[in-house]
């Protein structure tokens, strides 16, 4: 039973094949199955492909049997189509399109078998271009909100500045009229005389507008402050929101380029193997000697073509002879008085009709 699956498997006439030795059978049943499993590794490779890209079990195994039944089809086509011809280089010929296309689909199944078995390695690769997203995502988000943060810094700055820039001014006029009063700076004379009230007063003016200016101040900076409060939580909300994005960068396309970032040579073993499992049903069909079945179906389809080309130089022949006897059978009947007076007559008559009709219509025009 599972000798008469690969059989068919291998597309060969099993009414042929029926006729010859156990060995010729066994010989088409290991081609056929190595048909059948190279198909296999398809469903499954292809399969796990599409699970990657839909996440979805029965949705990746529908696809996947789809493009499995795809390469068993057309593996059983082209190695049931390749002649046995003795002739390496015109087998060669036959195989090139199948072999051409057994690289790209060698490509297309060995990166996703690649991806699961370097999986950890490439989840390492993940990470840092992750870390390194997060990083560039924060100083893009940093660049829209650090100028007026900046900003709103300088006038704080400036506010404070204001009021030590006032303080200094007041301390100055406290030490003058201290100075005055002790007689060590201006008159020089010891005691509170109207030139220490002068700059007392002066002093208490410039205090009070200090305390006014700290208190402005204060509120203006405490407002700025909020303002500051509220770029930074605007930008922390930002950087939250787009870190999801960043998390989810692990897709197929991702993947295949953080695989791109590893060494490149057990990849290359991995798709050879692929490649010759590809290429193996062309291969097993090359490889293979020419046998008894070989021979019998080149006699069947010998026999076809004598047979065809007998109907065909037997019609050519009819065809000719028919033309013969044509050509002879209207000589004879070119020199026949009877036929000649025949036609005369007849055309006599439609000269007739002719001149009657055309003598109608113009009769008709008058």
Not at 292 to 309: C, K, S, V
């Amino acid at each position: 039973m599972l000798k008469e699956f690969f059989i068919i498997c291998s597309g060969s006439d099993t009414d042929i094949l029926e006729q010859c030795s156990k060995g010729e059978q066994n010989k088409y049943a290991g081609i056929g199955a190595t048909v059948f499993f190279t198909a296999l590794m398809a469903f499954i490779a292809a399969s796990f492909a599409l699970y990657t890209v839909f996440d979805n079990l029965y949705t990746s195994i529908f696809f996947g049997l789809i493009w499995g039944l795809l390469i068993f089809n057309l593996d059983r086509y082209i190695v049931s189509t390749i002649k046995k011809t003795g002739r390496v280089l015109d087998e060669l010929i036959q195989a090139s399109p199948r072999i051409l296309l057994a690289v790209i689909i060698a490509i297309v199944i060995s990166k996703p078998l690649e991806l699961k078995i370097f999986e950890k390695e490439i989840n390492q690769v993940l990470l840092e271009q992750k870390n390194d997203l997060t990083l560039a995502n924060k100083t893009q988000i940093a660049k829209q909100f650090n100028p007026n943060i900046e900003n709103l810094n300088k006038n704080i700055t400036a506010y404070q500045q204001e009021i030590a820039t006032k303080e200094a001014e007041v301390n100055a006029l406290y030490n003058t009229y201290i100075a005055e009063a002790e007689g060590t700076a201006g008159t020089k004379l010891l005691g509170k005389g109207p030139v220490y009230k002068e700059k007392r007063d002066k002093h208490d003016a410039l205090l009070a507008e200090l305390q006014q200016l700290k208190v402005d101040n204060k509120a203006k900076i405490a407002a700025i402050e909020s303002q500051i409060t509220k770029l930074k939580g605007d930008y922390e909300t930002q950087v939250v929101s787009s870190q999801p994005i960043i998390n989810n960068f692990d897709g197929l396309m991702a993947r295949i380029n953080a695989l791109g970032k590893l060494p490149w040579l057990p990849s290359l073993f991995i798709f050879l193997l692929f490649l010759a499992i590809e290429t193996s049903p062309i291969l097993a069909k090359l490889l293979s000697p020419k046998g008894a079945y070989d021979f019998r179906l080149e006699d069947q389809e010998m026999a076809i073509q004598t047979t065809i080309l007998q109907n065909k130089n037997q019609s050519d022949a009819m065809l000719r002879t028919d033309f013969a006897l044509n050509d002879r059978i209207y000589r004879d009947l070119e020199n026949e008085e009877e036929l000649y007076t025949y036609k005369r007559k007849k055309a006599r008559e439609l000269l007739q009709l002719q001149a009657e009709a055309f003598f109608k219509r113009q009769k008709n025009v008058l």
